[in-house]
């Protein structure tokens, strides 16, 4: 028995092929089966009028902590995967840092096991060094070849030179992509914002953000001698931003993404000591925040994440030192992202490149894009309408959002996975 | 003291930063006249009589808490002091926990310490009554500013114009960083003094001028407070020895001929001497004004704790 649904009088975009036209979708079973101006139906199709939404494919959240198993009072994997379907998330890449931490196959497929009835697809992004301890290399290789070929640390940087230069010549062999955290762990130490005026004036620590970039190009460096697929999970400031172009240029292997927060916000979002604006790394200056869209416009940056972080309430209502880094993001990262389209800054096919076919292509997904055979992920949303972010309303049980109450233009009223209605605004 | 009584437009005394000159003229006003009540063998007053004021120091001070704990009793309220090792918070109670707790007793007036930049201004959210920040990790130490303004301008009749060289170890200073605010809100001219790994970033956005040459910052200034090293928050590398910073950065009478003939010495204590400040110097009745300092830090406090509680006492 097929399962046939035709979308129509939807506007779709398809970052990949440029597509942008008003048109009908017809997904088969889980499969993207046709799309057009019009699209010729099965008599057995069941038709939906989008009213003129976007229809896009749904999103790939390359950053995602859900801390399960280990620590599931912060959230569940079910209601993670539904706060991700109502955020438009598709594929969340859950980050390893979970107990027992993710770094060989069977806790793979214990994660696999675990989300199998949630409603989006949640990919493990499994350890590059066993126990996240920067001292040996998990088993790439075979967790390579079981099809999990990204690799991350999560949150800490690979201290030792020689070990990562060893694990760049390694993961070549097996086309695995090494995704970094960047933050010299020295300079960072005790840091708990951007260092500048304002954490003087604030009597914080801060973090130069020398401490990302020196990583950024002791690793360029490094990569001279492999040809390993390297991505640097969030960009923050401008000097990256330059050795990444030069790297870019120079032909090297080279990805890079930045979280929502980096995008929207500056630190002097954080004045007052607000807890739910420290993340790691931290909100930079405005001469940042501006050089990271202006890198992501011209292709510089190619990803973006939500770094979506539950973090227990009462961790964060302590003092700023004390507090936990770490937002959600999941319900934020399309609606946010639509800022910087709404204000001129960028194209809406090239912003929906940095969560659809972008992290798709790096990742070697099949979603990620309108095409037929392509997995039937889809997002739609309404592009224009203004509504407040309340995080009271959030699905996430923690609601450490740092967004709440902030006015936004565009809202996802409708997510399918593989061809299956997962979410539906309810107004 | 006068019959019209203004009240202060502030609930809480948390920083410097956000204060008018306005302001600060009124508590520097009212602890000048506090200063000549001190002097009196009678010193007590019933003013805060009734009310409750709790010291809640979760950091060590000595000087700050007895000097608060002085001005609250010589204006006669009730002061509790009340101790809290920052390890006994860690097993269990938050200081949200502390601050609704204390709440439910129904204090007048908290005066607290913490050793985390924001945690005062934390804590004021929860509760109902006053609070006074008395130094929150390198954030700020509002009555320390307060009570060396005072002391300036009783010797030199002013502050505004009046050239001012902050020394030593400003990155771990809250004391400095309130003294920065206040003096340039009241019109003074505020330079800073250090090796550059003791100057924190951006330092010259707040309104200073930074030198790293000692005898050159001291040139033509009328104030000089120095700050004490403080070697318990540096962990490594920010100087090469005591015995490198005291002759680079030590106030000795060498470096202080540098400045005015008539350059007055503030330090907040407590002194390492032979570290940051010269024995003979630090004693030098005509030169330094760190005795003084400690006079008018009780004065300074009298005024704060009678203007934040003057809406609850009634008066106008």
């Known amino acids: 028995m097929n399962e046939v649904t035709l979308y129509t009088n939807a506007r779709l975009l398809d970052p990949e092929s440029g597509l942008d036209i008003k048109g009908e979708l017809l997904t088969i079973n889980t499969e993207i089966a046709a799309l057009g101006i019009k699209v010729e139906a099965p008599k057995n199709a ?217 995008i929207s916000l500056n630190e002097y979002a954080i004045e007052d000591y607000r807890t739910f604006t420290k993340i790691s790394p931290p909100l930079r200056s405005e001469d940042d925040r501006v050089a990271v869209i202006e890198a992501l416009k011209d292709g510089t940056i190619d990803v973006i994440v939500s770094g979506h972080d539950p973090e227990d309430p009462e961790t964060k209502r302590v003092p700023f030192e004390q507090a936990e880094s770490g937002v959600i993001g999941l319900e934020t990262l399309l609606n946010i992202c639509l800022e910087i389209y709404h204000n001129d800054s960028i194209d809406l096919l090239s912003i929906l490149a940095k969560m659809t076919s972008n992290p798709a292509k790096i990742m070697g997904l099949k979603s990620g894009r309108l095409k037929i055979g392509a997995p039937a992920d889809l997002c739609v949303f309404d592009l224009n309408v203004p509504y407040r972010i309340e995080a009271e309303k959030m699905i996430s049980i923690t609601k450490n959002t740092c967004f709440d109450g902030r006015p936004v233009q565009g809202r996802v009223v409708k997510t399918v996975v593989g061809g299956e209605s997962v979410y539906e605004y309810a107004g | 003291m006068s019959t019209f009584q203004p009240s202060f437009p502030h609930q809480h005394l948390l920083g410097i930063e956000g204060l008018k000159e306005a302001d600060i003229s009124q508590i520097i006003d009212l602890a000048d006249k506090y200063v000549d009540q001190n002097r009196q063998t009678n010193k007590k007053k019933d003013l805060l009589e009734g009310l409750t004021q709790i010291n809640l120091f979760f950091e060590n001070s000595t000087r700050t808490r007895m000097s608060f704990e002085l001005a609250g009793k010589r204006l006669g309220a009730d002061v509790i002091n009340m101790s809290m090792s920052t390890s006994s918070i860690k097993k269990g109670e938050t200081l949200i926990d502390t601050a609704s707790t204390l709440n439910a007793m129904r204090p007048d007036l908290l005066v607290v310490r913490h050793g985390s930049a924001g945690a005062v201004k934390l804590l004021s959210r929860k509760v109902d009554c006053a609070v006074i920040n008395a130094g929150d990790g390198k954030h700020e130490h509002p009555t320390q500013a307060l009570l060396d303004a005072l002391t300036i301008r009783r010797r030199k009749g002013r502050l505004a114009r009046l050239t001012v060289a902050i020394c030593g170890d400003v990155l771990h200073s809250r004391v400095a960083r309130s003294n920065i605010h206040l003096l340039n809100i009241m019109g003074a001219r505020v330079r800073l003094i250090g090796p550059p790994t003791l100057i924190p970033t951006g330092a010259e956005k707040l309104g200073t001028e930074v030198f790293h040459c000692m005898e050159e910052g001291l040139k033509g200034c009328d104030i000089i407070m120095m700050l004490r090293l403080q070697t318990e928050r540096m962990h490594g590398g920010y100087f090469p020895s005591i015995s490198e910073y005291f002759s680079l950065y030590g106030l000795d009478y060498e470096k202080l001929a540098h400045a005015k003939d008539d350059a007055l010495i503030l330090h907040p204590g407590p002194m390492n001497r032979g570290v940051e400040i010269d024995a003979k110097v630090a004693d030098d009745l005509t030169r330094s004004a760190i005795q003084e300092q400690v006079e008018m830090g009780v004065a300074v406090r009298m005024a704060c704790l009678d203007l934040l509680t003057r809406e609850r006492r009634g008066v106008n």
């Open chain 1, 46 to 262: 069941k038709i939906i009028d989008l009213k003129g939404n976007c229809l896009c494919p749904g999103l790939i959240d390359m950053r995602v902590f859900i801390g399960i198993p280990g620590e599931d009072y912060k959230d569940t994997i079910k209601n993670t995967g539904e706060a991700a379907a109502a955020g438009g998330v598709t594929t969340v890449c859950v980050q390893p840092n979970s107990d027992p931490i993710i770094d060989s196959i069977p806790h793979i497929e214990y994660l696999a096991i675990r989300a199998k009835n949630s409603l989006v697809n949640f990919i493990a992004m499994p350890a590059v060094t066993k126990q996240l301890e920067g001292k040996e290399i998990s088993e790439i290789g075979l967790m390579s070849k079981a099809g999990h070929n990204f690799f991350t640390d999560c949150s800490s940087t690979i201290e030792n030179a020689a070990l990562m230069s060893r694990i760049f010549k390694y993961a070549s062999a097996f086309d695995a992509l090494i995704i970094t955290h960047l933050a010299e762990p020295n300079l960072s130490k005790n840091g708990c914002m951007n260092a500048g005026d304002l954490a003087t004036r604030l009597g914080l620590p801060g973090i130069p953000t020398a401490a990302e970039t020196i990583v950024l190009e002791r690793d360029m460096r490094l990569l001279k001698s492999s040809n390993c697929r390297y991505h640097a999970s969030q960009i923050t400031c401008a000097d990256s931003i330059k050795v990444l172009k030069n790297a870019k240029r120079d032909g090297y292997n080279v990805t890079a993404g930045v979280a929502v927060p980096h």
